[in-house]
T-cell receptor
Framework: QQQVKQSPQSLIVQKGGIPIINCAYE??????FPWYQQFPGKGPALLIA?????SEKKEGRFTISFNKSAKQFSLHIMDSQPGDSATYFC????????????FGKGTKLTVNP | DGGITQSPKYLFRKEGQNVTLSCEQN?????MYWYRQDPGQGLRLIYY?????DFQKGDIAEGYSVSREKKESFPLTVTSAQKNPTAFYLC????WGQGRRSEQYFGPGTRLTVT
């Protein structure tokens, strides 16, 4: 049973476009939602994270939008650049400190020049 | 320079052989994790350890074993019982506990190919 569903699987945009990656979850016990960025042949790195007490969080060109009632959250990349081409993973973690992240299956983003 | 080291970057083994993947961290993190990554499958948790000399199975532990004898080291053994061992293996660590959320830091990964 997949606990975090991520879409789309792949995404191609032109430079300057605004790619949007969506994630949905079922378990209302999740209370921490990070996004990781992974370049080919490298390990993932934390990009931005949000908790359900806010509806939006921005860090530079990256924004997370969170809809608690719909149990959905999304990543927006403003003014996307070719250097943003990577695989993006959403994740969720339960309250209670188990420290186990549940990952989505990833979205491969390509930003064309 | 703090971080997580995984070695080797590429590893080749014959079917039926056990192989051990190394993971070392100098971040003074209590928790360490092993994930397996396959194309289109995301990251799946194999084992994790929150404290020295203790570890728990993740979602896909069958065919794998780990040890945590030192805080900074968490080696993963892929045994011959693992039916499909070819994959990209990622080690991570985090400062578990202290009543706060902690980012998981990932190593560069080891790509294991079994033929």
């Amino acid at each position: 049973q997949q606990q975090v569903k991520q879409s789309p699987q792949s995404l191609i945009v032109q430079k300057g476009g605004i790619p949007i990656i969506n994630c949905a979850y079922e378990n209302t016990a999740f209370d921490y939602f990070p996004w990781y960025q992974q370049f080919p042949g490298k390990g993932p790195a934390l990009l931005i994270a949000i908790r359900p007490d806010v509806s939006e969080k921005k860090e530079g060109r990256f924004t997370i939008s969170f809809n608690k009632s719909a149990k959905q959250f999304s990543l927006h990349i403003m003014d996307s650049q070719p250097g943003d081409s990577a695989t993006y993973f959403c994740a969720a973690e339960k309250q209670g400190g188990s420290e186990k992240l549940v990952f989505g299956k990833g979205t491969k983003l390509t930003v064309n020049p | 320079d703090g971080g997580i080291t995984q070695s080797p970057k590429y590893l080749f083994r014959k079917e039926g052989q056990n192989v051990t993947l190394s993971c070392e961290q100098n971040l003074n993190h209590d928790a360490m994790y092993w994930y397996r990554q396959d194309p289109g499958q995301g990251l799946r948790l194999i084992y994790y350890s929150q404290i020295v000399n203790d570890f728990q199975k993740g979602d896909i532990a069958e065919g794998y074993s780990v040890s945590r004898e030192k805080k900074e080291s968490f080696p993963l053994t892929v045994t011959s019982a693992q039916k499909n061992p070819t994959a990209f293996y990622l080690c991570a660590s985090s400062a578990w506990g202290q009543g706060r959320r902690s980012e998981q830091y990932f190593g560069p990964g080891t790509r294991l190919t079994v033929t």
